[in-house]
T-cell receptor, first 114, second 113 residues
Framework: EAQVTQNPRYLITVTGKKLTVTCSQN?????MSWYRQDPGLGLRQIYY???????DKGDVPEGYKVSRKEKRNFPLILESPSPNQTSLYFC?????????????FGPGTRLTVT | GENVEQHPSTLSVQEGDSAVIKCTYS??????FPWYKQELGKRPQLIID?????GEKKDQRIAVTLNKTAKHFSLHITETQPEDSAVYFC????????????FGAGTILRVKS
């Protein structure tokens, strides 16, 4: 089954404790992206990747890191989480760019930073 | 960069009525305009999209119209059903860049039966 998976689905952590949210897709998509969803703000892009070893900033990259060492995986790293990073996070993938074809979203990761 | 505004933020309609959600964008270079539907507790899913060389696109009960001159596009849902209740997001490309998509804040649609 073609899908995008994220882990963990739920995470409660404390300020400053490094964490990684994994994202994997099995559709051989070149493009992958991370979004955060906050009430009243819609989906805001954090980082995206056009292909292996190619990443770029979205609209809200501060406090986040990403890497794309393999085509199927695109982990999101929070080196020192803060309460303002409490949010619902979605990973997405597309055969080409986000502005070209349909993006397939993962199930979401709800992160709470206390 | 691109700015996308979406209205209304909430919309309640009676089952069988039509619903219209409107979005405006700021970047005249934007060339791709998708609409995503997000049911409660679920992930966003594409329901329809339109490109800048097309003025209207229809898929069964759903249609999207684009006015490039005015820089706005709209989602039209006819004969609404309870299962249409969800949050709907519009989006537009940033600077015609296929890499970045800017989303509106979303519209909560409630269809009352």
């Amino acid at each position: 089954e073609a899908q995008v998976t994220q882990n963990p689905r739920y995470l409660i952590t404390v300020t400053g404790k490094k964490l990684t949210v994994t994202c994997s897709q099995n559709m051989n998509h070149e493009y992958m992206s991370w979004y955060r969803q906050d009430p009243g703000l819609g989906l805001r892009q954090i980082y995206y990747s056009m292909n292996v070893e190619v990443t770029d900033k979205g609209d809200v990259p501060e406090g986040y890191k990403v890497s794309r060492k393999e085509k199927r995986n695109f982990p999101l790293i929070l080196e020192s989480p803060s309460p303002n990073q409490t949010s619902l996070y979605f990973c997405a993938s597309s055969s080409t760019g986000a502005g070209t074809y349909e993006q397939y979203f993962g199930p979401g990761t709800r992160l709470t930073v206390t | 960069g691109e700015n996308v505004e979406q209205h209304p933020s909430t919309l309640s309609v009676q089952e069988g009525d039509s619903a219209v959600i409107k979005c405006t964008y700021s970047d005249s270079a934007s060339n791709y305009f998708p609409w995503y539907k997000q049911e409660l507790g679920k992930r966003p899913q594409l329901i329809i999209d339109i490109r800048s060389n097309v003025g209207e696109k229809k898929d069964q009960r759903i249609a999207v119209t684009l006015n490039k001159t005015a820089k706005h596009f709209s989602l039209h849902i006819t004969e609404t059903q309870p299962e249409d209740s969800a949050v709907y997001f519009c989006a537009a490309t940033d600077r015609g860049d296929g890499n970045k998509l800017v989303f509106g804040a979303g519209t909560i649609l409630r269809v009352k039966s």
